[in-house]
């Protein structure tokens, strides 16, 4: 009888949850303290603010299609862009936008002006800092902890360009846990006229004048092909003349 109620008293125990102490969870960061890391950790943002130019270098490939693409894309602040893109077996594409309008020649087509997704994504990819106001001003909140490949993610969510003329686009981020070094960015993309999600990946950062470039990109476009970029070469502070931007008048 003494035996059932030591038992009785253990199993009651266990129902109790008295038995095991309670794990305490780590408490969850804000998105603004995440943020704040990840600028510290890529330069600091008064480092990333005191440039005004800026001139990549990349080599591009896409795996069963090409290899070998050539990118020069030359940036002005606030929002002015030249994007040259030289494909082997299919030509050359150039890209251009003043801040207000944006023209896309591409080969063997005529030169046209851009107007819906296309003109909304020239906009936003011709901001000089938009790496900055993607974070600073795009609403972001604090999703979950994750791990991608064994490695620990904080990943924050939010819509950039609320109220700009693209209207906004949601955006999802994962910044390393150890580094805070963003790893991977989901976003949409005009591609044809059409809204596609991708993926990027962000890989073997480097520092260029003092900021920290991922000089590795993976772009998963939706189900389709994969993109690979290497920047080559990063360069701030060159000179640059406003014609480099000037849409052209003629097709």
Known sequence: FLSFLALASLAALFQTGHAAPETKKKPQPTADQIVAKHLKAIGGIEALKKFKTRRLEMTMTMPGLFENGRVTTTQKAPDKIHKRVIIPGFGETIEICDGKRAWKKEPEQNGR?????????????????????????????????????????????GKYGKGSPWGGMEMQFYFDQRTYLMGRMDMPIDINGASVEITILLDDYKKADGIAYPSKMTMQLGDGPTVEMTFDEITHGIEVDDALFAIPDKE
């Open 113 to 157: 002006l851009l107007a819906g997704l296309e003109l909304a994504q020239a906009l936003r990819e011709a901001r000089f800092h938009s790496g900055i106001e993607m974070l600073t001003e795009g609403d972001l909140t604090y999703v979950k902890r994750t791990k991608i490949d064994g490695n620990g993610f904080h990943v924050l969510k």
